[in-house]
């Protein structure tokens, strides 16, 4: 698991970058709250002027002006200390995010296995943004709380020393209960976070999986095991909230005592029932101002609180990320030497291997010629997705050399091609994204689906569901195909392109793929099925990971 520590280094890196635009914050913070004791200094002594000295309001306009003069700086200063709060947290969470998202595609195909998408969606979406509070709030406060009270601890100290003894004796007591009850809410909202990654899961894979529920009788059942996990995420997320409430009932009883002490110390004093220190010399100028000013003695450490569980809600979001970019991707970003001999792809005794399965690949050597079709067979476990995965350069050989020629692309297909929520063109353009109408159309023809789209009303803006709902699993297969005729790659791996297809289906899929060979592309086959193997020019035997039989057509 990940050190704390290593979550906060984290965070501090990516605060770093932001430190410019947080200083302005925590500046214009200053000033709002130089404003706001301004605004009460000139407030105590219009009051005194006005009851001791017996001045008219009309003398004292100038003072008014000046007065609504600080309220207006007092809260353009507030804005620029929100506003330059949120632009950090917004770049700040964009490169988390970009961090995040660039991992994910060093770790590649392979390395997302452990994943549920479910997960990593949380990661990438709601995890990032519990950064917000932290970066926009909780930092500016941080520094904010640290000094503004000192600015008026040493104001009500020149005032008074005694009513500032007061302030100072309650003050260190909030932040010790804030640590003890944020120390507790971090670890609640990493549990939380880990709650709500596994409600995400358990919910997709029963939406995913409604039409085997629905024929099996169990969508009653499956709908009580949802409402249970989002029990379980509701009992959770009130957790922190009764922390919250703890924290901030802690802080005002606290506060309260505090100007209680002050309160009662200035109302004797000024009736002379106080005779210690320096309550002789209160006026009523000195004293309502010490008075006026134990509130704002206590106010950033209110916001400092409030926003507190915004960093125990960062820190726990942290520790599954974190815990993301710890994982070692298991690729190179080198590129592969390139081949001596006009193959596109060379392994020479090439060794792979998982960690929960030991070797996968052993001492395999094998060449691919240009616009050559090599099927690839063997029982389960044999290795043939992993070499594809190989070939495809989603791994790095543990032992062993791999070549390949220099700038060649890959296109990948397997049993369950990716399809999304979106229309015909939406899923053509994943492959190329600047395609336009004539060439997507071309791509399904090649693909042989060209009286699938004439009977289309809609043609290319027909709407699919996700992961292909609406069409069958052979239309399915050769939508994915289409998107390889749109792509330029010359060396196409399929992984059982055609595992889950009957007869007729399956022969279209291999009729689109002897088009595709014929346009001079190499194709792989990885397949347990006869017909796919049948159209090869070469086939290989795995087992156990090494090499048992090579055959020509």
Not at 279 to 297: D, I, K, M, R
Request: glycine share 8%; aromatic share 6%.
């Amino acid at each position: 698991m990940t050190q704390p520590s290593t979550s906060r280094a984290w965070l501090a890196g990516l605060a770093r970058a932001e430190r410019g635009r947080l200083g302005l914050a925590v500046g214009c913070g200053l000033i709002a709250g130089i404003a706001s004791v301004a605004q009460l200094t000139l407030l105590a002594w219009l009051v005194a002027s006005l009851l001791v000295e017996s001045r008219t309001p009309t003398t004292l306009l100038p003072a008014f002006a000046l007065l609504v003069a600080l309220m207006g700086l007092r809260a353009l200063a507030q804005w620029g200390q929100d506003a330059l709060g949120l632009a950090a947290s917004l770049r700040l969470r964009r490169r988390a995010r970009g961090e995040l998202l660039d991992h994910l595609t060093r770790l590649g195909p392979v390395g997302l296995t452990a994943h549920h998408s479910a997960s990593l969606a949380h990661r990438v979406v709601d995890q990032v943004e519990s950064l917000d509070g932290y970066v926009a709030r909780f930092l500016p406060q941080r520094y904010l709380a640290l000094l503004m009270p000192l600015v008026i601890l040493a104001l009500v100290a020149w005032l008074d020393w005694l009513a500032a003894l007061f302030l100072l004796l309650s003050a260190p007591l909030i932040p010790l209960f804030m640590a003890l009850v944020g120390m507790g809410a971090e670890r609640l909202n990493e549990e939380q976070f880990d709650a709500v990654a596994r409600l995400s899961r358990h919910f997709i894979d029963r939406v995913r999986g409604i039409t085997t529920l629905q024929l099996f009788g169990r969508s009653a059942a499956a709908t009580e095991e949802v409402h249970a996990a989002a029990d379980d995420y509701r009992r959770r997320t009130l957790r922190p909230l009764r922390l919250a409430f703890l924290s901030s009932a802690v802080l005002e009883f606290f506060a309260a005592v505090s100007i209680a002490m002050v309160a009662i110390y200035v109302g004797f004093g000024l009736l002379g029932y106080v005779t210690y220190g320096p309550a002789e010399q209160l006026t009523l100028f000195s004293g309502l101002l010490a008075l006026l000013l134990a509130p704002e003695f206590f106010q950033p450490l209110r916001s400092l609180a409030q926003h507190y569980h915004d960093r125990a809600s960062a820190l726990g979001a942290a520790e599954g990320m974190v815990a993301l970019l710890d994982e070692a991707p298991r690729r190179g970003f080198e590129p592969a030497a390139p081949c001596e001999s006009p193959a596109l792809v060379e392994l020479a005794a090439v060794t792979v291997s998982h960690p929960e399965r030991g070797g996968v690949l052993k001492a395999l050597s094998l060449s691919l010629a240009a616009g050559e079709i090599l099927a690839v067979s063997g029982p389960s476990g044999a290795g043939k997705s992993t070499l594809l995965q190989l070939l495809a350069g989603f791994l790095d050989p543990e032992a062993g050399d791999m070549r390949r020629q220099a700038g060649l692309e890959v296109a990948w297909m397997d049993q369950r091609p990716l399809l999304i929520h979106g229309s015909l063109a939406d899923n053509l353009r994943l492959a190329a994204p600047d395609a336009d109408e004539p060439a997507l159309r071309r791509a399904l023809s090649a693909a042989g689906l060209g009286a699938l789209m004439s009977a289309l009303p809609e043609g290319l803006e027909t709407r699919l569901g996700e992961r292909g709902v609406g069409l069958s699993g052979g239309q399915a297969q050769r939508l994915a195909l289409a998107r390889v005729f749109l792509s330029e790659a010359r060396l196409v791996l399929l992984d059982e392109p055609t595992e889950s297809l009957d007869v007729d289906s399956e022969a279209s899929v291999i009729e689109a793929l002897m088009a595709l060979a014929a346009e001079g592309r190499s194709l792989v086959i990885a397949s347990h099925r006869a017909a796919p193997l049948a159209c090869a020019d070469r086939r290989l035997t795995l087992r156990d990971g090494r090499l048992e039989a090579v055959n020509h057509g």
